[in-house]
């Protein structure tokens, strides 16, 4: 055996670059130091935690996510000044198995795409740092809120710049525990634990199908990087998949269906709503929207013209329509703001079904996402009444009507507004141009129009039911909001975009993305005359009016109950018929089945040993009676009663008695013939 | 006397704890505690020695290292033999140190308050080295038996009068393996002995050793019966649960973490390199009661309402993990199998150490008594948590990398049973966070909040060694890795050249056949008529 040999440094030697040959990095070659900083502070806290010392832990955290702000921030800029699509690999970081079957390094991959979403990952984890100190938690506590930012971001940093499956499934098994632990944690200290619905079984579920499909390129296909991957994939763009192939693509669609709570596997986000708002911001605008990185790596693979576009375009539909039901039926805001990812997602999953888009359009689109989710969610936080009365109740609560009291704030409320036109793609905010690069990608055919059409729609909804929420209610009690001027501001906002996109479509061949628009681009382009005018306006009016409505309905519902209902009640609002059908497809079953299984193992088990034991005892009890009966009869009994004999037998031939005399003589002489008997038989045998 | 360093260094690893153990008896007038002390020092300085092995020889290279023989038996051909490669010298620093945790830990158990605990667990420790170190077969089941019968005497607790049915239970599993393994012992043994014309019992001549393929077969499934009844894989299952449930902590600690692996120990030493042709046809039945023992003791495990019975059905799942890699026959499998039951030995010990304290303060291990424990001792939810995601092979911990490679192995071998054994995963991760959400999240139970223990455990510091370990084996396998892939790697050797040479074979026969065919033909061929 070798003395312990531990390889973790960075040599120039082991990166190598795809177009440009190699090239002198500087700020990249530290790059490693994005996802190791934050996972040791993430330690470090862990094992200092003393209350008196959250001061520095405060500065500690700072300046470490600063520094890996800037970090990124330096890769992004020298990528940049590169120019080109360049990209490059740092093959070696640490050796994990090295054996002649086996190899597998931890190795990291840097593009534009990875380096941006790093960075703004940071940029998330810098901001959720900012607002731990408003949480209204004991200091003394918040290192535990700061050890969890640290440490998911260490592990989304991990995920992002993997440059192998095996690298990537490290970083999303990393990012499961960091949403376990976050969802474990809140205000109140109670935990919504229930089975059916549970944030760690569905994600480690979705990373046993992430390995399975590393398992399965890696052994077939040997040593996998992205790189590889890249040009593998590539091969399967057009014509047909073989069959091992599709499970691959299944298992990957599913298994990023989960992480990003798609479909019926929304069950999960929702124990998250009662954490920390900055750890919430994390999730839903960090953790969450990473996993679309798989389809990114992937697209050649997944997008394709063969089922798994079908399949992604089935999927990211259902996904939004199923995220704007939910937001149509929760009542709380928090819990509608953490659809909007699973929404956004949703909606990526669709474009990537149309095709693969073009890098700059995904970074710009994913950076004006994130980062209005991030303001939106933060917002939201700092609007839940717990924010303001640190008692626990009221912390775990943060719903719609009681988030007026904070109205006389003019500026938030505007923020607010422009944060969800941002986040709804309306003209003149970033979501825009984000959208507008975006969709310039694809041709404005009827599938494609159509389709963004239906999503104008739902995103109309949704906007006005999550925007005007904020500005159409008075509650009981409550002070109303004085910031009119702003819901005017978004109605205008709307009104102005619709204009515009109309204008915009009738020269263009594109796609309009600003979505009120696009009901409007997608009916211009179809059909001709006044029905072109009126029934776009109509749908956006009917859409927006339902928001609206939504809104309404559900607050005259709820306005019966007191803010202070109770958490429990809180709780059992979380399960949906999702839950339930999730409940009763896969969980009951394989519960069901154990049971069985353990009733018949019990009984086998049972059966058996109560049979071989009786059997053991009923021997036990022969084996004792014959031995009783052996040991009394013969070896007790038996002589004697042979010593009785003998002694009656002389002491009746010493009582001179005629009888006993001959019987021994008699006997005497009997036995002396048996002797020479058997001394004759000897003899004769000899 | 040959031995092949300068030092029995093996032996010494034996004789330290028996002679430790013998000691004891002289402690009459000291107390338990002492007497723990005293046990403590002695394996630490047993440890200590085995930890100096690497730098005095390496035992991957050779073969064999630090060898010993000496004439036992010698008409039969019995000698005291032992020798160690990086498979064994690996199984014995897992005995070493999870016994030494066990001892350190035993402190507040009823049964420690006995002398003779201390004295037969260093015995136990001496014997299950003994096994694993033993290069004569005579030897190794003589150490077998050794360790079965001092287990046995452990299991009750100090204040159970006599052996309950686990017990009972766990000695005639244990029997009836043993007789199966003297019987496959002795079938060799003769077999051996007529080819060769002299007795002997040494493994390194066995394995040179051409068995006919039918008493191979007769070989490998004895002692597969053998094995598995120790590993406790299905259908030899049923002690374990009970064993693990009602015996004391240091204990069920030794005995998950350790006595299970010696039957994958005997599998990979035994089993599939004295067997090679009869592995190789019964490895897929091998492999599909692996695959049942996986899937049904997930399921099993997910509807225990006991936390101990929880982990023990737990145990049968994983064993069916690593017998899954070891019967795949390739090298990742093999290679992972050996890996996971060393680092299943590290989480379990610091699982059931944690479940151990719960039961031990509350007088329960019933999960539903349990609620909103986290809140009182966060610590002990974090080690409970760290174990579990060790237990379901979470990358970055030490359960990940033995997985990793079984199931490599398992894809390259057949990707359905790798899909199988996944679902034995998936319900793997849903009864441990289940389990963990029971006892350490929710509301205070009743119990909890009536208990006036608010203290944190003791042990802590043998909680962050294991802890330690756990993430080191799983940051850096490559530190076992390299010790064991040698040896694995000449045990797949064995496997393919008897493949290579059964095909060889069977083409030949075919060849012939073809010929004799041919031949047979030739007469009829009127062509060939002809040219004669």
């Known amino acids: 055996m070798h003395a312990i040999r531990i390889t973790f440094r960075y040599r120039p030697g082991w990166r190598h670059f795809e177009n440009q040959g190699r090239l002198p990095l500087k700020t990249s070659q530290f790059i490693w130091l994005i996802p190791l900083l934050p996972l040791a502070t993430a330690l470090i806290n862990l094992i200092f935690r003393q209350p008196a010392a959250i001061k520095r832990i405060r500065q500690l955290s700072a300046a470490v996510i600063s520094t890996t702000c800037l970090i990124s921030l330096g890769a992004i800029f020298e990528m940049a000044s590169k120019g080109g699509s360049g990209r490059f690999v740092i093959s070696h970081i640490w050796t994990w198995i090295q054996n002649p079957w086996l190899q597998c390094n931890v190795i990291f991959h840097l593009d534009r795409i990875s380096l941006v979403m790093v960075f703004l990952a940071a940029l998330t984890a810098l901001a959720a740092h900012s607002f731990v100190p408003r949480v209204p938690m004991p200091d003394q506590q918040k290192w535990k809120i700061y050890s969890l930012i640290h440490f998911a971001f260490g592990m989304t940093a991990l995920f992002i710049l993997s440059g192998s499956l095996w690298t990537g499934l490290f970083g999303s098994v990393g990012i499961s525990v960091a949403v376990f632990l976050i969802s474990e944690f809140n205000v109140t200290g109670e935990s919504n634990a229930g089975f059916r619905s549970l944030p760690l079984p569905a994600l480690l579920i979705a990373d046993v199908l992430l390995l399975a499909a590393v398992l399965f390129l890696q052994t077939n296909y040997g040593f996998i990087n992205n790189y590889q991957l890249h040009s593998f994939t590539a091969a399967f763009t057009h014509g047909t998949v073989p069959a091992q192939l599709t499970a691959v693509i299944l298992c990957l669609w599913a298994a990023v269906t989960i992480k990003t709570a798609g479909l019926v596997f929304a069950g999960w986000t929702r124990h998250l709503s009662d954490c920390p708002y900055p750890l919430r911001v994390m999730t839903f605008c960090a953790l969450i929207p990473v996993y679309l990185l798989i389809y990114i790596r992937n697209a050649d693979l997944i997008s394709a013209v063969h089922f798994g576009g079908t399949l992604l375009r089935i999927s990211g539909l259902l996904t939004m329509a199923l995220a704007l039901f939910l937001m149509s039926r929760l009542p709380d805001l928090k819990s509608i703001l953490q659809q909007l990812p699973v929404l956004v997602c949703g909606m990526l999953t669709l474009f990537f079904s149309l095709g693969k888009p073009a890098e700059e359009a995904l970074v710009l689109f994913i950076a004006v996402t994130a980062l209005t989710a991030v303001w939106l969610t933060s917002e939201a936080g700092e609007r839940s009444p717990g924010f303001r009365d640190s008692g626990p109740q009221s912390g775990s609560s943060g719903r719609i009507e009681s988030t007026r009291h904070r109205a006389h704030l003019h500026i938030r409320d505007l923020s607010w507004t422009v944060g969800c036109l941002t986040l709804f793609w309306m003209p003149p905010f970033g979501g825009f141009p984000a959208g507008l690069v975006f969709l310039h990608e694809y041709p404005a055919d009827p599938i494609h129009i159509w389709l963004t059409a239906i999503l104008g729609l739902m995103l109309v909804f949704c906007f006005g039911r999550v925007t005007t929420r904020l500005f159409s209610h008075r509650p009981a009690g409550g002070a109303a909001s004085s910031s009119g001027w702003a819901l005017v501001f978004a109605i205008l906002s709307i009104t102005g975009s619709a204009v515009f996109c109309s204008m915009l479509i009738r020269g263009s061949d594109m796609l309009i993305p600003a979505f009120p628009g696009a009901p409007v681009s997608a009916l211009l382009k179809t059909g001709t005359g006044w029905k072109t005018a009126f029934i776009p306006a109509l749908g956006i009016a009917l859409a927006f009016a339902a928001g609206l409505k939504s809104g309404n309905l559900l607050k005259k519902r709820q306005s019966d109950r007191t803010i202070r209902e109770s958490v429990p009640e809180y709780a059992a609002l979380k399960y949906l018929w999702i839950d339930r059908l999730m409940s009763w497809i896969f969980v009951l079953p394989v519960k069901k089945i154990g049971e069985y299984l353990w009733i018949f193992d019990d009984w086998i088990v049972q059966f058996l040993f109560v049979w071989i034991s009786t059997a053991g005892r009923k021997w036990s009890e022969f084996t004792v009676a014959f031995d009783r009966w052996f040991f009394d009869s013969i070896l007790v009994h038996g002589p004697t009663a042979l010593a009785a004999i003998c002694n009656k037998l002389l002491r009746g031939i010493h009582s001179g008695s005629k009888w006993f005399t001959a019987l021994a003589v008699v006997t005497g002489f009997a036995i002396m013939l048996l002797v020479l008997l058997y001394m004759a038989f000897l003899k004769g045998a000899g | ?532």
């Open chain 2, 1 to 532: 006397m040959d031995t092949g360093s300068q030092f029995p260094f093996l032996s010494l690893i034996l004789g330290l704890p028996a002679a430790g153990a013998f000691l004891i008896v002289f402690f009459r007038r000291s107390t338990p505690r002492t007497v723990g002390i005293f046990s403590v020092l002695i394996l630490g300085l047993t440890l200590l020695i085995s930890l100096v092995f690497p730098f005095i020889e390496s035992p991957t290279l050779n073969g064999y290292q630090f060898t010993e023989k000496i004439p036992w038996i010698a008409t039969l051909g019995v000698h005291y033999q032992l020798g160690l490669d990086g498979i064994s010298y690996w199984f014995l620093e897992l005995t070493l140190s999870i016994s030494l945790i066990c001892l350190a830990v035993s402190g507040h158990e009823s049964m420690a308050q006995d002398k003779s605990f201390y004295a037969g667990f260093l015995l136990l420790t001496s014997a299950t080295s003994g096994l694993l170190v033993a290069t004569d077969i005579f030897l190794f089941i003589v150490f077998w038996g050794l360790s079965i019968g001092i287990l046995f005497y452990l299991l009750p607790q100090k204040d159970e009068r006599r052996v309950g049915a686990a017990g009972l239970r766990f000695l005639m599993s244990q029997f009836a393996g043993m007789l199966a393994l003297i019987l496959a012992f002795v079938l060799l043994y003769v077999t051996a002995s007529r080819m060769t014309g002299y007795p002997s019992f040494s493994l390194i001549a066995f394995q040179n050793f051409n068995l006919p393929v039918g008493t191979q077969k007769w070989i490998f499934w004895l002692l597969w019966i053998g094995f598995a009844s120790r590993l406790g894989l299905f259908p030899f299952h049923s002690w374990l649960s009970q064993t693990i449930n009602q015996t004391s902590i240091p204990i069920a600690v030794f005995i998950g973490a350790v006595s299970l692996k010696m039957g994958l120990y005997g599998f990979i030493r035994f089993s599939i390199p004295l067997c090679p042709d009869a592995v190789i046809t019964g490895s897929q039945t091998a492999v599909y009661l692996a695959l049942i023992s996986i899937v049904y003791g997930a399921l099993l495990a997910l509807v225990q309402a006991d936390m101990k019975k929880l982990v023990a059905f737990s145990c049968i799942s994983h064993m069916g993990f690593v017998t899954l890699g070891l019967f795949v026959l390739n090298n990742n499998g093999i290679l992972g199998g050996l890996f996971h039951s060393i680092a299943h030995g590290f989480a379990y010990t610091l699982l059931i150490l944690v479940i151990g304290w719960i039961s031990r303060t509350y007088g329960t291990s019933l999960i539903q008594d349990f609620g909103g424990l986290n809140r009182m001792f966060p610590g002990l939810g974090a080690f409970f948590l760290l174990a579990g995601f060790a237990y379901l092979g979470l990358p970055g911990l030490s359960g990940f990398p033995g997985l990793f490679m079984i199931f490599s192995g398992t894809v390259a071998a057949q990707p359905v049973w790798a899909a199988v054994a996944l679902t034995g995963l998936i319900i793997g991760t849903a009864y441990m966070s289940w389990m963990y959400q029971r006892i350490f999240t929710g509301p205070t139970s009743d119990i909890v909040a009536r208990s006036a223990v608010r203290d944190h455990p003791g042990g802590k510091t043998v909680f962050l060694l294991t802890a330690f370990l756990i993430g080191w084996f799983g940051l850096y396998p490559q530190f076992i890795v390299r010790d064991i892939h040698p040896p694995a790697g000449r045990v797949v050797n064995i496997i393919k050249s008897h493949h290579m040479l059964r095909d060889y074979t069977s083409r030949n026969k075919m060849d012939s056949t073809k010929q004799k065919k041919s031949s047979f033909r030739l007469p009829t061929n009127p062509d060939m008529l002809q040219d004669d």
